[in-house]
Every structure is written in structure tokens, then in C-alpha cells.
């Protein structure tokens, strides 16, 4: 999951992207208003954590001008200010969330995970496809109750295929959600990762089904 982070404060914004990081997210960073709009107007992201106070274009506006044009990404708002109507106006702007500091971690982690189930028709933090399972919350992932032990990037990979099974994803979709704005992607970057999420949660079940699919000239998908 591709995660914006839009905070001017920079210890604030690199403790928050250290610590996404480690939580296996993608994180991009935007330490200004109008660099956080263009990235949230232009790449697709998961969700954006958002702060109101910010140089160049103040957070509510960045909100209001991202839901004009129908960019419908969860927002959180994190932010000082924290009277009720503070909330209301931020709430009445299009964010989806709010979150005042100073903050839990694991509050904002919490938050972080029901504002990305919460688009989906169930709030299961387990998702399966067949016999093959991934606890989101304990980064556990079992096939035949056969513990699977993932990278990060793997994980974060297999996930958004479970998040959206028996899709047809494309390589640039897997790369915009999987990976960073700067990360530093090769042409068979995904083919690579790919392969290993095969060998490690189909090659060993000979006697199971495939799960993850290769749909040549349009991209990959997981399912039965």
C-alpha cells in the first residue's frame, strides 16, 4: 500500500515515513502544500496523511481541490489544531479522517488500516484466496497452515494481489501502489518479485492449484 505523507515539520514527516516503512508501506514525502497537491493530483496513492498548516497551499484547500476533481483517496488530516470546530471544518472539506497531534503511533496505525478496509465490502483484516491466507495485523501469511515467510516488498506485494483477487493488474498499477515515487524500478523489477512470491507460495504445493496468474499482455492477477 502507497501511502503521502504532506508535512512540513521534517522530523515529523521522516519519523512518520520511518515508521510506515517499517509497517511494510510505500511512503512519499511532500514537505510543502503545493508539492503534496501535485503529488496527490497525480499519482495514485492509498491514502494521504495530510497537515493543515502548510506552506504554499494550506491543507483544507489541498482537500477541497483534490475532491473537485473527483479524487476520492482517503485523507487524513493530522494536525495541532484540535478544537471541535477545527474537526468539523476539516471533516465538511472532504477529509475522511482526523487526527490531532501529539499522537500514538499505534493510534495512527489503527486509523491508517480502517481508512484503507474501509472502501472494501468486508473489514476482515485477514485476507484469503483458496487455501493460501494473510493476517494484515500480524504480517502472517500461511498456505495449507504452512507458515510462509515474505520479504517486505513481497508482502507488500501479495497483499494489494489479495486486495484486489481475480483482478487484472498491470504493471504500472503494481508499481504505483507496491513501490515509492523514488524508488529506483527496473524494467523486470515486478517479473522479479513475482517469481519469488511464486516459488515461494505455489512451487511448494505441487499438489495445490496455482494462485497467482500471468495474463499475457495486460499483467498478473491472483486467484483460483
Known amino acids: 500500500m502507497r501511502i503521502l505523507v504532506v508535512e512540513d515539520e521534517h522530523r515529523i514527516a521522516n519519523s512518520i515515513k520511518k515508521g510506515l516503512e517499517q509497517e511494510r508501506y510505500a511512503v512519499d514525502i511532500a514537505f510543502s502544500g503545493t508539492d503534496g497537491y501535485d503529488l496527490a493530483s497525480t499519482e495514485d496513492y492509498d491514502l494521504i496523511i495530510l497537515d493543515l498548516m502548510l506552506p504554499g497551499m494550506p491543507g483544507l484547500t489541498i482537500c477541497q481541490e483534490l475532491r473537485k476533481k473527483q479524487i476520492h483517496t482517503p485523507i487524513m488530516i493530522l494536525t495541532a489544531k484540535g478544537q471541535i470546530q477545527d474537526k468539523v471544518t476539516g471533516l465538511d472539506s472532504g477529509a475522511d479522517d482526523y487526527l490531532v497531534k501529539p499522537f500514538s503511533f499505534e493510534e495512527l496505525l489503527a486509523r491508517i488500516r480502517a481508512l484503507i478496509r474501509r472502501p472494501k465490502t468486508s473489514l476482515n483484516p485477514v485476507l484469503t484466496v483458496f487455501e493460501l491466507e494473510m493476517d ?61 512470491l511464486r516459488d515461494k507460495i505455489d ?17 498478473y492477477k491472483i486467484g483460483e
Open 136 to 196: 494484515t495485523k500480524s504480517y502472517e501469511v500461511k498456505r495449507q497452515k504452512k507458515i510462509i515467510n515474505l520479504s517486505s516488498k513481497e508482502f507488500s506485494l501479495l497483499e494489494y494481489l489479495l486486495r484486489h483477487k481475480n483482478q487484472i493488474l498491470t504493471k504500472n498499477q503494481i508499481i504505483a501502489h507496491v513501490w515509492n515515487y523514488n524508488a529506483d524500478i527496473l524494467p523486470n523489477t515486478v517479473e522479479v518479485y513475482i517469481r519469488n
Open 203 to 219: 512451487r511448494p504445493f505441487k499438489n495445490s492449484q496455482p494462485l497467482i496468474h500471468t495474463v499475457r499482455g495486460f499483467g
